[in-house]
C-alpha cells in the first residue's frame, strides 16, 4: 500500500535525486541493463568488466559490493539454468569469503547455494540457505541492498513451499528497508514482487496497491518494462474483481506499450488479458480472435513457453461456460501437457477436470470430489481460485436443489469476494442466480443471507443498529429477530431464546431489556444449571434466616433485586420441578414466596429465559412443565451458531482484536489469509471460543504487524493432523541439518553458527535422532 513516505520519494524522483552517480552504481546499472539484454556476449563482456571492477576495489569495499558478484551469477547462470555451476561458484565464493574475511561474500556464497536448489527443484533446502545468507548480510550492516536483494530470493523460496504469509512477511520487510535507504527503483521491483503474491492469495484489494505503486514509480523514473509489467498486473487484478471495462482499458494500453517495446512475452499476456475482458463483456468473437493472437505469439516465441498452460486453462473455461465439454477437454489436456505454468494453473485445470467429469455423469460422488478440491486449495493458499471453485459448488448445488448445501457454500463466496475486493464480480454472480430462480431478489442493505420466514413482518418493523448494542453481525436472519424484539420490548410479552452455548443469548436478552422501558432499572442474570438444586431456590427467591443450614441472614433473592427490571433466566432448562413450579407462579400472577417464609410478595419482572437443549423433547419427556413452557414462549428467539454465520466470523473477529489491541497496547492486524482460515474452523463453542482463540492469538503476538495462523497455536493443534511440536521438530531438525552439513559435520563450528554451546548441539542431535556421521568429533 502506497504511503507518504513512498510519495515523498517519487517527488524526490521526478526531481532527479536517484540518478547513480558513484562508479559502484555505475557498474552495477550497467551490469542490470545487460542482463536484461537479448545480446548473450555483451552479457559476457559486462560480467566480465564487473569482475575486474570488483577485483580492483580496496579490501574494506568488497564487502559492500557483492551486488556485482550477483549480477555476474544472473549473466553466466541463472538463465542457463546451470544448478552445477551455480554450486561450484558457492564453494568458490566460500573460500574467497575465508581467506579474505568477508562475511557478505559467505552470505553471497548462500545465496547462489539457495539458487542452485531452487533451479533443482527443492524449495525447502533453498529457504534454509537463503535465510542464512540473508542474517549474514544483515549482520554486516552494511548491505541494507543486498539483505533486500536477498529477501526477495527467499520469498520466492517461500512462495514455492505454499507459505505464502512468510512470503509476504518478508516482502513487506523488505520495503521497509527500502524506504530507510531511499531506494526507488528497488522498492518499485520489490512491490511488484508483493503484488504477485497478495494476487495468489486472493487479497485483490492488496495487489492492486503495490501495481499501482510500482506502475506510478517506474513511470517516473522511466523503467518502461516494470512500468508495463505492473500494468499487466493491473489488469489481472482487475479482471479478477469483476471490472471488466477498467481491465479492458488497461489491457489495451499495455499491449500497445508492449508492442512499442518488442516484447513477445508482454504482447502475449496483453492479448490474453484482452480476450478474457471481451469474453466477460459478451463480445465474444473479438475476445477468441485475442485469443488465437495470443496463441500465435506463445508458438513463435520461445519466451513464452510457460503461458501457454495459462491460456488452454482460460480456453477450457470458456467452452465449459459456453457449453461446449469437447473443446474444453481438448484444451484441458494440451494445458495439462503443456511445459512450465504455474501451480494456480495446474490446480485450476484440475478443477476444470472434475467440472467436465460432473457435466458428463451427473453422480454426487463428483460434487464431493469437487469439495476435497475446495479444501486442498484453501489449504495451499490460492485464495482467489479458492474463491471460484466455491462458486462452481453453489452451481452445482442449485442445479440439483440442495437449497442448504447453496447457501452454505454461498457465504463463503460472499465472504471471499466482499473481503478480497471483488464486489462487481460477487454482484454479477448475485444477478445469475437471481435470474435462474435460485437467489430471491432483495435489496441491496448490506445484510447476508436469503430472507427468513419472517421476513416480510420484519421489513414490516423497525430495524435495530446491533452494532450499538455490541451486536456484531451481518446476518439477515440475525437482524430480522431484533426487528422483531424491538416490537414486543416495551410490552410484558416473555421472550425465550434458543441458541447453542456462546451464541449471544445473553446479548439479545439484555437487548430485550434496553430497548424497553425498563431499561433503567436492574437487569440481572442468572445460569440455572451452575448451581445445585438447594441452592437455586435460595437464589431466585430469596430465604429466611434459619431457613436450611447455612441461612444465617435473610436473603432478598433475585426476583426482589430485580423489582421493575429484567431477570435473564439462563439455561432454564436445568430448573429444577420445584423452581419450576414457583416460576410458573410468578409469570401468572407475579407471587414470590421466600425459602422458610409463609409470607407472599408481589414483583413487577420482565422475564426472559434462554435455553440450549430442546424444550419441547424436555416437554415429551417429562422433564419440564408443559404449562410453563408454553408460558415462556410468548416471542421466541432462534440465534443460529457461528459455523452457520460464516460472514460473521472475520467481522467478529476483528472487533475481538480491535479490543485485544487496546488492552495489550499493541498494533495486530488480521491479514486475508488468517480471516479464512478462521472461516474454515468448527467453532463449537460458537462466539465465546472466537473471542477466546483472537486474545490469546494477540497474547501470543508480537507488538505490531500481522496476526498468523500460527499465532492461533491449540487451533492450529486442533485442525492438523500433525501437532505444533512436530513442525517445530522438524524446523529444529532441517536448521541443525543444515549447519552440520555447511560445517562439515565440525559440531564445534556448527554450533556456533546456531548460537548454542557444543554441549547443548549434541543434546539435541541425540533427541531428534539425527545419524552422527562423526560420533567422536
Known sequence: MSTGTELRLLERVKEGHFIPCSALEREWETLRVAIESKDFFGRRLAAAHALRFWRGLPSNEKGKSVRLLYGIRACYYIEQNRSSHLQILSDRLL????????????????????????????????????????????????????????????????RLTGDRASAISILNRAREICLQIEEVPLLGSVTQTLGMNYLETGDLLSAMNCFEF??????????????????????????????YEEAHSMAEEALKSAQSLQLPREICLAHEFLGEAYIHQSQLAKGLWHFSRAMKSHVISDTTADIGVELHRHLAEFWVTAGNPERAALHRIKGLAGTGGEREDHIALERLGLELEWLKTKQLSTFEALKGHAESIKQSGFGYEYLITCKKLVAIADSVNKSELAAEWWARVEFLAKSCGAEPLLER??????????????????????PGPYSRLAQELPPVDLAAYNIIT????????????????????????????????????????????????????????????????????????????????????????????????????????VAQTKLLRVLEAGEIRRVGDTQVDFVDVRIVAATNVDLEQAVKSGKFRQDLYYRLKGLEIFLPPLRE??????????FFLARANQLCRKELVLPFET???????????????????????????PDQGLLQTYHFMTMAQRTSASSLNDELEEIERSRILHALDTCRWNKAAAAKLLGMSRTTLGGKIQRLGIEDDDPKD
Request: charged share 25%; with cysteine; proline share 5%.
Open 645 to 654: 454465520r460464516m460472514t460473521d466470523i472475520p467481522l467478529l473477529a476483528d
Open 429 to 450: 454472480w448475485r444477478k445469475e442466480r437471481e435470474d435462474k430462480g435460485y437467489l430471491p431478489k432483495t435489496s441491496p442493505d448490506g445484510l447476508d443471507g436469503e
Open 95 to 158: 573460500q574467497i569469503s575465508k581467506r579474505l574475511d568477508l562475511p557478505a561474500l559467505e552470505a553471497e556464497s548462500h545465496i547462489v547455494r539457495g539458487l542452485s536448489y531452487l533451479a533443482d527443484g527443492k524449495p525447502v533446502e533453498a529457504v534454509l540457505s537463503l535465510e542464512l545468507g540473508r542474517a549474514l548480510l544483515g549482520s554486516t550492516g552494511e548491505n541494507a541492498f543486498d539483505v533486500v536483494r536477498a529477501s526477495t530470493l527467499l520469498a520466492s523460496a517461500f
Open 474 to 577: 451481518r446476518s439477515r436472519h440475525m437482524h430480522e429477530q431484533a426487528s422483531s424484539i424491538k416490537q414486543v420490548a416495551p410490552t410484558t410479552v416473555p421472550v425465550l431464546i434458543h441458541g447453542e452455548s456462546g451464541t449471544g443469548k445473553e446479548l439479545f436478552a439484555r437487548l430485550v431489556h434496553d430497548l424497553s422501558p425498563r431499561k433503567n432499572d436492574p437487569f440481572l442474570a442468572i445460569n440455572c444449571g451452575a448451581l445445585p438444586s438447594e441452592l437455586l431456590e435460595s437464589e431466585l427467591f430469596g430465604h429466611r434466616r434459619g431457613a436450611f443450614t447455612g441461612a444465617i441472614v435473610d436473603k432478598p433473592g433475585l426476583f426482589r433485586v430485580a423489582h421493575k427490571g429484567t431477570l435473564f433466566l439462563d439455561e432454564i432448562g436445568e430448573m429444577t420441578p
Open 214 to 243: 510500482s506502475r506510478a514509480s517506474s513511470r517516473q523514473m522511466g523503467a518502461q518494462k516494470r512500468a508495463l509489467r505492473a500494468t499487466l498486473g493491473l489488469t489481472m487484478t482487475l479482471l479478477r474483481m469483476g471490472r
Open 675 to 701: 480471516k479464512q482460515w478462521l472461516m474454515g474452523l468448527p467453532w463449537m463453542g460458537n462466539v465465546r471460543e472466537l473471542r477466546l482463540a483472537v486474545e490469546r492469538a494477540a497474547a501470543l503476538g
